[in-house]
């Protein structure tokens, strides 16, 4: 099993920065993505940035220029730096990762982390 730990959600305004962290914990997984998800009230859950083990990433029209996705294997944990952030930057983001466990390989996600972006 793999325990997930968000941090570095919060308030900021327009044109500001957060950072958000996740940290990865648990025995014998290896992960190969890790991602982050925004969601709002009525809507789906949307992908804002992933990263594979290999370093390749990709991210959302609306976030791309602004938002950075890292990701540090020691640690095995995944980090989104957000600037110039905007008011519809605001939802509760999702850590993800993709891990194999015994070579079976599921999704784990964080419990969230509510980003407001005021104007």
């Known amino acids: 099993q793999v325990q997930l730990v968000e941090s570095g959600g919060g308030l900021a305004q327009a044109g500001g920065s957060l950072r958000l962290s996740c940290a990865a914990s648990?025995?014998?997984?290896?992960?190969?993505?890790m991602g982050w998800y925004r969601q709002v009230p009525g809507k789906s859950r949307e992908r804002v940035a992933r990263?594979?083990?290999?370093?390749?990433?990709n991210y959302a029209d609306s976030v791309k220029g602004r938002f950075t996705i890292s990701m540090d294997n020691a640690k095995n944990t995944v980090y989104l730096q957000m600037n110039s952030l905007k008011p519809e930057d605001t939802g509760v983001y999702y850590c993800?990762?993709?891990?194999?466990?015994?070579?079976?390989?599921?999704?784990?996600w964080g419990q969230g982390t509510q980003v407001t972006v005021s104007s």
């Open positions: 648990g025995s014998s997984f290896s992960i190969t993505a």
């Open positions: 993800s990762i993709d891990a194999n466990i015994s070579n079976v390989g599921r999704r784990y």
């Open positions: 990263i594979i083990s290999g370093g390749n990433t």
